[in-house]
């Protein structure tokens, strides 16, 4: 055998077989092959990992970078070394809150001209589909967007309108025909009509806003997609799955062999309703964090398959836009940003619910590549790309938002004890993180 470039060691290497000892030949980039432990192949360079773990990069389908037109929010330069300190090596952008929003083709080459060589890790871009944009889906398939993301409520932006039934339909025919997924937030405007709080109550109570986003919401969302599923056979993505009783329909889905795939993210996973407090703005996202029961039942779903995979959907904006001060729910950006802290946050979770590393491999790289169309990523085996984290699962650390990476210091893990140490992070067998180094930029390259 040819010397490789690089040869990376551990006693616990997490790959589709288990979890066992093993070394990974690295050759531009590329996983050449995997032996033993004691067998590590000849090679330019060696790292012996010792008894940290190595891990499949983690694969994040679910980033709102913003960039260009809201860099102020978030831009590939930021997300990106927030990414490789948290182990992420590929991203999938959101065609939502750039300007322009990546609903055509000149849009989508603005945004890869934004991120060109600007990069810490991949990335790739999800297309959006919006009301009248029917004709560009195949264009933007062409140009490489990797499946198309649509809303079903009010986004939070005006230029990224939401759908209704019937370009919802014409839109789930054409990406069908591409052969794409459709990713789709799943809340519907009616019950959250019906549940609008009555004039004059508190905005800083969260009660307040969990009720005025009901698990009705999200159900009857679910259920128009699986229906015009059923009817055009595009392949659906539910994003961000808040609520249990959506559990079941995934399940029946699944069972009726519909081509239906589902997520969850960190924070429905981690907080509960009971313990955020009125006016903690840094929680708002859309669904909301619901009870401590529903988050059991979501970790249920996980574990027996109604939940295909963990994003983060990292949706920052800045500080004045959280509303921080005033705690006003209802005016309050939605989302959580939480990139870098994403695997962390899951493994900590993970881990105290009896689940082990090969589920979060499978969970946070395999499956996410594969809602990707992504072959080379997601898993570390022979022939896929060298992208290698350095993880010590048993590790702990305080969660400092003056230390993230990302564009500004918000989170609603602040101060807490998470397990899980990312060392470091190789992206394509280049070492793009090591802990307490800034780490190399640029380096990304877009996965189309
Ligand atoms: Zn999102």
Redesign the pocket.
Known sequence: MARADLVIRSRRVVTQQGIAPAALAISGGVITAIRDYDAAPDALRHLDAGDAVLLPGVVDT?V?VNEPGRTEWEGFETVTRAAAAGGVTTIVD?PLNSLPVTTTVAALELKARAAAGRAAVDYGFWGGVVPGNGAELAPLARAGALGFKCFLVPSGIDEFPAVGEGDLRSAMTRIAALELPLLVHAELPGPIARAAPVPGSDPRRYAGYLASRPPAAELEAVDLVLRLCRETGCRVHI??VSAASTLERLRAARRAGLPVTAETCPHYLTFASEEILDGATAWKCAPPIREREVRERLWQGLADGALDLVAS?H?PAPPALKCLETGDFVRAWGGVASLELALSATWTGARARGHDLRDIARWLAERPARLAGLAAKGRLAPGGDADVVVFDPDAQFTADPARLRQRHPITPYAGMTLAGVVRRTFVRGTCVYEEGERGTQGIGRRVR
């Open positions: 679910h709102h959101m994003v961000h959907d949706s």
